[in-house]
T-cell receptor, first 115, second 115 residues
Framework: EPEVTQTPSHQVTQMGQEVILRCVPI?????FYWYRQILGQKVEFLVS????????KSEIFDDQFSVERPDGSNFTLKIRSTKLEDSAMYFC?????????????FGEGSRLTVL | GDSVTQMEGPVTLSEEAFLTINCTYT??????LFWYVQYPGEGLQLLLK?????DKGSNKGFEATYRKETTSFHLEKGSVQVSDSAVYFC??????????????FGQGTILTVHP
């Protein structure tokens, strides 16, 4: 069964460092997303991406964050200068259509720890 | 804005017990409603969904009915199994068709089923 894969599964970094989280969505999907879950809190929407551009982003997704689909298969989330409060589980997801007509498929998550 | 409130957990049941996990929401219009499940070590998976009032979503013995009058989407299963142990997330996608895949999640409910 096709699945969304994420790397790394866990990354520890120092505050102020750049981090890139990688995702390989399901191959025929058109919509891509990043969500995050801070420990003990809700899963929160960060950004959606379609047709090589951001469709929507939350207020969390500030100038420190960027997304890219560099080669037609990977989908990356970059945090330019990490802060302590960026520590969270980051989930990548993809869908063939919008969620109300199709489902989102999530990866297992990448745990980011900022020291 | 949109919000989802889930029953606080964790929930611990014996095998074959009846399960209810409550979920209520706040949203304008008619959002689409979802239950996602996360098994240990895996990503979130769509369990069931309902896209309009009075729809019943069902899958793997789980059911939930979209109740517009009570703004609820409670998850039920008549007889749980040990393999149902997981984290369950209620979520909505706002109406209007402009926010595909932008899900608002509840806080998640940890379910543990004992033999």
């Amino acid at each position: 069964e096709p699945e969304v894969t994420q790397t790394p599964s866990h990354q520890v970094t120092q505050m102020g460092q750049e981090v890139i989280l990688r995702c390989v969505p399901i191959s025929n999907h058109l919509y891509f997303y990043w969500y995050r879950q801070i420990l003990g809190q809700k899963v929160e929407f960060l950004v959606s991406f379609y047709n090589n551009e951001i469709s929507e982003k939350s207020e969390i997704f500030d100038d420190q964050f960027s997304v890219e689909r560099p080669d037609g298969s990977n989908f990356t989330l970059k945090i330019r200068s990490t802060k302590l409060e960026d520590s969270a589980m980051y989930f990548c997801a993809s869908s063939a259509q919008g969620a109300n007509t199709g489902e989102l498929f999530f990866g297992e998550g990448s745990r980011l720890t900022v020291l | 804005g949109d919000s989802v409130t889930q029953m606080e957990g964790p929930v611990t049941l014996s095998e074959e017990a009846f399960l209810t996990i409550n979920c209520t929401y706040t949203a304008t219009g008619y959002p689409s409603l979802f239950w996602y499940v996360q098994y240990p070590g895996e990503g979130l998976q769509l369990l069931l969904k309902a896209t309009k009032a009075d729809d019943k979503g069902s899958n793997k013995g789980f059911e939930a009915t979209y109740r517009k009058e009570t703004t609820s989407f409670h998850l039920e299963k008549g007889s749980v199994q040990v393999s149902d142990s997981a984290v369950y997330f209620c979520a909505l996608e706002g109406a209007g068709g402009t926010s595909y895949g932008k899900l608002t999640f509840g806080q998640g409910t940890i379910l543990t089923v004992h033999p």
